[in-house]
């Protein structure tokens, strides 16, 4: 079906699902070549909360001298993609390595002028109760807020679709942005915000444009994929020309985070509907 124009959009790639196909460092080029100025990555380090210096260095010279600007960063979250969904509910060693990594994502994060950090909240443990899982996560969010606000960035809370993350607490935007809120109680900073990710929210089956009606003025980020399949846009049936037009305005200023599956013939022909 024809598409909307995407006007007055701020785009950028997410160089953890697009562009996979070439080496980290190699991303931020191939972005850049792809006719973008702006990207975000999941935590690059899966096993490593702490990666050496020279490493850290190293993306960031990748991504200045692509003249790529950095505008979301997942902080540790376990394997993704993989079977995790966040460290910091998980008590134990994956609570400790999420703590360990806050600073870490925090001045990384702060050396290339990005304000947005992104905490996925983790699975359901057996054998945990969910009450426990909750204040663990709470003690967390509010250590990663206090982290982030004094280098100048929001603290991300993103919604999961449940199908796909069947042992994530947070699958509605109603469950996220009552995080949000126990977050900002705390800390009296008034940094957490939510992600909105239209793709997750769709696959829950929830009512888009109340979601943006209700919950855009409390919107840190915005991320797209077509579904079903989790493709570019135009390959499914989710009208997000629209759907952005609506949330800018709703008031909606930021970035949009492009996190699809890129097309069989690479990422860099993953971008044709741009026109």
Not at 155 to 165: G, K, Q
């Amino acid at each position: 079906m024809p598409l909307v124009s995407f006007t007055d959009e701020r785009f950028d790639v997410n160089l953890s699902i697009l562009f996979t196909e070439l080496p980290l460092l190699e991303r931020p080029a191939a972005a850049a070549a792809a006719g973008f100025d702006a990207v975000e990555l999941w935590w690059p380090w899966v096993d490593d909360p702490a990666p050496a210096q020279a490493e850290l260095d190293a993306l960031r010279s990748a991504l200045e001298a692509a003249g790529t600007r950095l505008v979301g960063l997942n902080f540790y979250a376990g394997r993704l993609p993989g079977p995790d969904r966040g460290a910091l509910s998980i008590p134990g060693v994956e609570s400790e390595r999420f703590r360990a990594n806050v600073p870490v994502a925090a001045e990384f994060a702060a050396s290339l002028g990005c304000t947005a950090l992104n905490a996925l909240y983790g699975n359901r443990v057996d054998g945990v109760a969910p009450a426990e899982q909750d204040q663990l996560a709470l003690e967390n969010l509010v250590f990663a807020a206090r982290a982030a606000s004094q280098v100048g960035a929001d603290l991300l809370i993103e919604a999961l679709n449940a199908p796909e993350s069947p042992q994530y607490p947070l699958v509605s935007a109603e469950s996220a942005v009552e995080v949000v809120g126990r977050v900002n109680d705390t800390t009296g900073l008034d940094n957490a915000r939510f992600l909105l990710d239209l793709y997750h929210l769709a696959v829950n089956g929830e009512d888009l444009p109340s979601v943006i009606k209700r919950f855009a003025s409390r919107t840190g980020h915005v991320q797209i994929a077509d579904t079903p399949g989790r493709g570019a846009p135009g390959t499914g049936s989710l009208p997000l020309a629209e759907l952005l037009a609506q949330l800018r305005a709703a008031g909606y200023t930021g970035w949009t985070g492009l996190e699809y599956k890129p097309s069989t013939d690479g990422s860099a022909a993953s971008f044709g509907w741009r026109g």
